[in-house]
């Protein structure tokens, strides 16, 4: 089908070319307008606790996110008199005018006190905000709330400025833009450098690069038309679509000149290579996009937004190379490059030894795989999952090292706040009252905790006079009285052998253990936001594993009319991700947000190499009736351009452990060990199962 589709095409090449290249650019132009979700919310599932608690409050107190007004000393300021300590006395007036002015901004629902560091260096009060759910909200916000603080009075010596979690995600999303940048721009060069030492042809290493780079645009097109933002867990599917994209390019074009150097005219070329190819080239297609589909069955949004994106990469790439590549090839490459490679020299005696000892001593090098694979398994159960802001951003970022000095000042806290909602009349009840003082009086227990707000403190167990404080205390409850909340502050970031936060689970329990009358209780807050993450981390890891080798060895099956086939192609998957895993726990590199997905992107890569290999021995066999020569003659040819691929694609995941990001730097270290693995797998794996299969 592929030839044939080709045939038609190369009627008029240069014409199907033009038309295909203008196609690809104007859905690069609309791919400009990509939007970017940095929300944190967006990876954990919308009826999850945190984002039912999130709506919740919204409606009840109009309130959805906050801000955090900072007075510094200015270290800087060359003030002769400059104030040695922040006081009420000092700031007293700029605090009371800015506040002021910020109840004019048309998304400030309400200002805190003004608390002051035991040091004298930093004074802060908090913003209470409506963000609305609109591209670029929270710099709207931000911009607004900065321009009420560039009006205010500003003491000498002192610096005022706004922060808060908002700030952080408006710094990802703009790191988060300069990495996709970067590593996209780094990882085009390295994959064309590679291509160009390879085939000692500039046209060559071009053509290589430019087809993944049109498939990049091609997605981004895809993505705006299917109205899907750019999230945090899709940082680097530019990366990956390079990556990717120069694997099926580098196949086309080494058989292509493999068949120019033969003897063959360029037309004939081309109809050869890719009826050598097809079915390899489909099957991996195939059983790629079966990889990636297998992380939509995540239970994380995280998962299934990385699923459904990868799935439209691997479509892309395939549609775009099949049509352009064979164009470009026929258009500009008509003779067989001069001192290109036809092989990587030293490769190809290590090659010929490997086939030799994978004929006469198949079980032997299974054996060696399985005993590595055996030490990577105690590698791979050092693997941890990390949910750290660290992974989102450096700490020597000019934002993070503003929240330190401010958690420096005041000494770090966490928080975390219990929503109580009536399930009957109000909360203005006796026994509502009495247990939430018992479950007060119980978390002020907890080791670390400094201070827990709620709005039943100190309220007398009376009808009457509960009815007339609860109305006092309006603020804290919504318009019915049917909602409100308890906030518990503690002292430092306490977290379990599992990195898990103990004060979390702490007040789980507590929770659990004190119902509260005719009221559900459910807890809200980050360290409940990044909990739920890191679960469904867990989850999806195993989920999308089964789920992925499943639909890889079915797709595989088929398309062979061959278990055994499926098998031999499936085989090398399962022992390239343990081995993958492995390196990441001896590496101590652990899983975070944005390597969910790596596991199935091992399956996609894994079953490419296998098939390619399946095939080309197949195909080798059929012509020398000799198994040894098969497999010599596969591995010094398919196994070349295997090790292109794998160092094309292993440089560009390489490329991404030069982001700002740390998640990034860490995706970039997974894939590039999922890479290694997958070759170093596949080469020694697959000739020694067909061998034994001969006999």
């Known amino acids: 089908m592929l030839s044939a589709i080709t045939r038609q095409l190369l009627i008029k090449p240069k014409t199907a070319l033009l038309l295909c290249l203008l196609l690809v650019m104007t859905m690069g132009i609309a791919g400009t307008q990509l939007a970017l979700d940095p929300s944190f919310s967006s990876l954990i599932s919308t009826e999850g606790e945190y984002n039912t608690n999130a709506r919740a409050l919204e409606n009840a107190f109009g309130v959805n996110s906050g801000f955090e007004i900072t007075y510094l000393l200015d270290e800087q300021s060359r003030l002769t008199n400059r104030p040695e300590m922040i006081t009420e006395e000092l700031i007293g007036a700029s605090t009371q005018e800015l506040k002021l002015l910020l109840e004019q901004s048309q998304y400030v629902r309400g200002v805190g006190p003004v608390e002051y560091s035991d040091n004298g260096q930093v004074a802060r009060f908090g913003v209470q905000v409506f963000e609305p759910n609109t591209q670029n909200s929270v710099l709207e916000v931000k911009e607004e709330i900065e321009y009420y603080v560039s009006q205010a009075q500003t003491p000498a010596g002192v610096i005022i400025s706004v922060t808060g979690f908002p700030v952080i995600l408006d710094r990802v999303s703009t790191l988060l833009i300069l990495d996709n940048l970067s590593t996209v721009i780094i990882t085009a060069l390295l994959v064309f450098f590679v ?144 001192g290109g490679r036809q092989s990587i020299g030293f490769i190809d005696g290590v090659f010929k030894k490997l086939a030799s000892v994978q004929t006469h001593h198949p079980g032997k090098v299974l054996g060696v795989i399985g005993l590595i694979t055996i030490i990577m398994l105690f590698g791979a159960m050092q693997v941890g999952f990390s949910t750290s802001n660290s992974n989102w951003i450096p700490d020597d970022d000019p934002v993070a090292l503003s929240f330190r000095e401010t958690a420096y000042a005041f000494g770090e806290t966490e928080s975390l706040t219990i929503v109580l909602e009536s399930t009957r009349r109000d909360l203005r009840e006796p026994q509502t009252v009495y247990d939430a003082q018992l479950l007060e009086t119980k978390l002020l227990g907890i080791p670390g905790v400094v201070r827990v707000n709620s709005a039943f403190t100190d309220m007398p167990i009376n009808d009457a006079r509960i009815q007339e404080l609860a109305i006092e205390r309006q603020a804290a409850f919504n318009t019915d009285f049917t909602l409100t909340t308890i906030t518990v502050v503690s002292e430092g970031t306490l977290v379990d052998e599992a990195g898990n936060s103990a004060f979390l689970r702490e007040v789980q329990d507590i929770v659990l253990d004190t119902p509260i009358h005719n009221t559900q209780t459910s807890l809200f807050g980050d360290i409940v936001r990044f909990s739920e993450l890191g679960d469904s981390l867990q989850q999806d890891a195993a989920i999308t594993t089964v789920v992925g080798l499943v639909l890889v060895f079915l797709v595989a099956s088929l398309l062979y009319a061959s278990f055994a086939v499926g098998i031999v192609a499936l085989a090398p998957i399962i022992i390239a991700v343990i081995w993958a895993v492995g390196l990441k726990g001896f590496f101590g590199i652990p899983f975070t947000s944005l390597s969910t997905g790596i596991i199935s992107l091992v399956l996609g890569i894994g079953v490419d190499f296998s098939i390619h290999l399946v095939n080309s021995i197949n195909n080798a066999k059929k012509k020398t009736k000799n198994i040894e020569k098969a497999i010599e003659q596969a591995l010094n040819t398919t196994g070349g351009a295997i090790l292109l691929s794998s160092i094309t694609t292993f440089f560009g995941f390489l490329a991404l452990t030069f982001a700002t990001l740390l998640g990034t730097q860490r995706l970039g270290w997974s894939l590039a060990f999922s890479i290694l693995a997958v070759f170093l797998v596949t080469i020694l794996f697959v000739p020694a199962v067909i061998r034994l299969k001969e006999r």
């Open 195 to 338: 291509l160009l030492w390879y085939f000692k042809s500039l046209r060559l290493a071009l053509i290589g690069v430019i087809s993944p780079l049109a498939s990049l645009a091609a997605l981004a097109g895809i993505m705006v038309f299917l109205n899907i933002d750019i999230t945090l867990t899709l940082a680097a599917v530019g990366v990956i679509v390079i990556g990717l994209g120069a694997d099926y390019s580098i196949h086309l074009i080494t058989t292509y000149t493999r068949h120019l150097r033969s003897g063959r005219k360029p037309k004939k070329a081309i109809l050869d290579s890719l009826d050598e190819l097809e079915l390899a080239l489909t099957a991996s297609f195939l059983t790629t996009v079966a990889g990636f589909l297998a992380l939509m069955l995540g239970v994380s949004p995280s998962s299934q937004a990385q699923g459904q994106v990868l799935a439209i990469a691997i479509t892309m790439i395939f549609i775009v190379t099949m049509l352009m590549l064979p164009l470009m090839l026929y258009v500009f490459v008509q003779n067989p490059p001069k």
